[in-house]
């Protein structure tokens, strides 16, 4: 599979080389050249596992050796706590789709424990280093640093705003000591870590000499890792219910998880809907309702992950909506640039006959926990409540709905005990953290200061 630009100015190039490249170099978005269509295979994926299944859908997209995807992939989820990997539970009228089992209690884990092994095997290929940069405002950067501690060839640094994440996150990042690991922590804010980086990688020079990648959610395998989930649910609901279809709520931020869900039906899965939803950082929900995708101010909510105005995978969505037309895409992502604000025309009243979409706000985020925990005994984190509220709202007998859980409530106890009034999001995992060493350096929000901090620490 050749991998192309949504913008078009990118000459095609293979899977490891789109894995390493990130974005595009004419600023677009790196997607396959074709979606095949997998529909004559669902009746015998149906009894592969977790594993098994990963590697009949990533094989399709990649050129990655047999035996080296089976054990790169079998590795990735053996970190997991249970064998199903993204098991299904049914609460009250939906069926959660537990995506926290990973060693971060986030769904990102399913991508980037993958994508650590995956970076291992190609840079080890090209005799090649990576020095990855990421910027976190809490869940990425903790599910980048599991994937790639101790993983030869490759160092991580990971900027997070000192003292402005939460405690456990924080905690989270600072007690892996592998040597290949910086946490560095800057005097700033979570747009000084993101600006900082940006600029750094402006420079291309730098930027090559230094050999800096990327691991955020444009990464083309973090999409395609994210898409076995969505075949794993649907299989496992359709023999409960027997029902034909599905749909899926999704929690979103910058649209790579929904994104994949996006592919899965493209390629075939018999979905009925994908429901997106959001929190008060709206932009998604605005768009698919009006056609008008318009930046507005980011505020925080109990749902930080999903606290973004600006979607960095819309992009791809984009470039399927107007009918893989990259000049389109270019033009309107141009005029996104110069004003802050692009417009889809509507067909029959709607921007996509499969993306259904709302908001749920803070009110809403916490009743949903309290009402779960109170009817049905399960315990939503506050993403996946914010999806489950949502969800609610397109119910139907005909395609079981399926709510994607992307985050352990344990990672977020304050919002829980302000939902139930009870100290009970709890976890081994982050009960395990107290008391760990910790390593991590404080540095000024000023690109000099990390640019240093990364030419004597790169190797
Ligand atoms: C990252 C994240 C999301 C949002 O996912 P996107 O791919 O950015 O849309 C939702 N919930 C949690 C817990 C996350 O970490």
Not at 96 to 108: D, Q, S
Not at 111 to 119: K, P, S, T, V, Y
Not at 277 to 287: G, K, P
Not at 342 to 347: A, G, I, M, S
Request: proline share 5%; hydrophobic share 40%.
């Amino acid at each position: 599979m050749q991998y192309i630009s949504t913008r078009g100015q990118t000459a095609p190039m293979g899977f490891s080389d789109a894995v390493l490249t990130g974005l595009a170099p004419d600023g677009g978005l790196l997607i396959p050249e074709s979606i095949p269509d997998v529909s004559g295979r669902l009746r015998r994926w149906q009894r592969l596992d977790y594993p098994a299944l990963a590697c009949e859908i990533i094989s399709l997209y990649s050129d990655i050796p047999s035996d080296v995807l089976t054990s790169t992939v079998r590795e990735a989820y053996q970190t997991f706590d249970t064998p199903q990997v993204a098991p299904v539970v049914a609460a009250g009228p939906v069926h959660i789709l537990e995506l926290f089992h990973g060693p971060t209690l986030a769904f990102k884990d399913i991508a980037l424990q993958w994508l650590g092994r995956l970076f291992e095997y190609i840079l080890q290929q090209r005799h090649a280093r990576l020095n990855i940069l990421a910027a976190t405002s809490g869940d990425t950067g903790s599910a980048a640093i599991y994937g790639v501690r101790g993983r030869r060839n490759i160092n991580i640094f990971v900027m997070h705003p000192h003292r402005r994440i939460s405690p456990i996150q924080e905690k989270q990042m600072t007690s892996v000591l592998e040597p290949n690991v910086f946490n560095l922590a800057i005097q700033g804010t979570f747009d000084d870590c993101q600006s900082i980086m940006k600029s750094i990688f402006r420079d291309l020079e730098f930027k090559q000499r230094y050999c800096l990648g990327a691991v955020n959610s444009v990464n083309w395998a973090r999409v395609l890792a994210q898409m076995v989930y969505y075949f794993y649910a649907a299989f496992r609901v359709m023999e409960a219910t027997r029902a034909a279809r599905v749909s899926f709520a999704v929690p979103t931020g910058n649209f790579g998880d929904i994104l994949a869900g996006y592919y899965a039906v493209r390629m075939g899965l018999p979905v009925r809907r994908l429901v997106l939803a959001t929190n008060e950082n709206d932009i998604l929900a605005r768009f698919f309702n009006t056609g008008e995708y318009r930046r507005g101010r980011v505020v925080s909510t109990l749902s930080p992950a999903m606290d973004i105005q600006v979607a960095s995978n819309f992009e791809r969505y984009l470039y399927y909506r107007l009918g893989e037309n990259t000049e389109q895409v270019r033009s309107l992502m141009d005029q996104f640039a110069r004003t802050g604000a692009l417009r889809v025309p509507l067909r029959s009243g709607r921007v996509d006959p499969l993306i259904v979409s709302r908001a749920a706000d803070r009110a809403a985020t916490l009743s949903t926990i309290q009402r779960y925990y109170e009817n049905c005994g399960y315990l939503l984190d506050p993403h996946t409540a914010v999806g489950v509220f949502v969800a609610e709202q397109f119910l139907d007998p005909d395609s079981p709905m399926i709510c994607l859980a992307t985050a352990h409530p344990a990672k977020f106890p304050e919002a829980i005990f302000e939902a139930v009034g009870l100290d009970i999001a709890r976890h081994p995992v982050i009960e395990s953290l107290k008391g760990k060493p910790t390593r991590c350096e404080v540095l000024a929000a000023d690109e000099r200061a990390v640019r240093d901090y990364i030419v004597h620490h790169a190797g």
